[in-house]
């Protein structure tokens, strides 16, 4: 049997009730969860789901409302503060690492233009942006690509060339052994034939 889960929000005369039905609000933030199954409505008590729900009820008292909703909003700009000096630092980060990876121009590099600056400064972006440096380290990594697959192709074809060269020198080596093996053996008749003719000058002088 599954559990059911607790997002809904109870209603009764256009109040929330609070959690653990300790009272009744006006404000969303404030109202306790229930299950649906929670609600009565035979005792004037509806339950809403907290994705539909208003963020002041339809009873609420705008005395009470107005000061949540400006510290709402207060607290909601100073997170879109935060988030963007997150952001920036983090766009910075990037930019560095890009920039350093490309072969950028450190600030260090041009004391005239930045006087007293360190490696620490990091690199010059100039006018680029996240964005573009991303797009440009793209380009040369695709370039990149096409140079190791030329790199590869003529890899496969040096070693098919040496293969050819191996299988060459070894029809070498054996011409030269068929070679070698012929002139011995002319070698060896030409000597059986010398001692051939010696024997017979020897005998025909012994007789």
């Not at 004037?44 to 009820?57: F, K, P, R």
């Not at 350093?100 to 490696?119: E, H, S």
């Not at 074809?157 to 011409?175: D, G, T």
Request: proline share 3%; with cysteine.
């Amino acid at each position: 049997m599954m559990t059911e889960r607790n997002n809904y929000l109870l209603m009764k005369r256009g109040l929330y009730y609070r959690p653990a039905a300790q009272g009744y609000t006006s404000i969303k933030d404030e109202a306790g969860r229930y299950s649906a199954s929670a609600a009565t409505p035979e005792d004037g008590v509806t339950a809403i789901h907290e994705d539909a729900a208003l963020e002041y009820s339809p009873a609420g008292n705008i005395e009470v409302a107005a000061p949540h909703a400006t510290a709402k909003v207060a607290a909601m700009k100073a997170e879109i503060a935060r988030l963007k000096a997150v952001y920036s630092s983090l766009n910075d980060d990037v930019m560095q690492i890009l920039g350093k990876a490309l072969g950028f121009p450190w600030y260090a590099d041009d004391q005239t233009t930045f006087p007293g600056a360190t490696k620490a400064d990091g690199i010059c972006p100039g006018e680029q942006v996240a964005e573009s440096m991303a797009e440009f380290a793209a380009k040369r990594i695709a370039k990149s690509d096409d140079t190791i697959r030329a790199l590869r192709m003529t890899i496969t074809a040096a070693r098919e060339a040496l293969e050819e060269s191996k299988a060459l020198v070894e029809h070498i080596q054996e011409f030269g052994g068929v070679m070698d093996r012929i002139f011995v053996d002319a070698a060896d008749e030409t000597v059986r034939r010398a001692m051939a003719e010696i024997d017979t000058l020897l005998g025909g002088k012994e007789g």
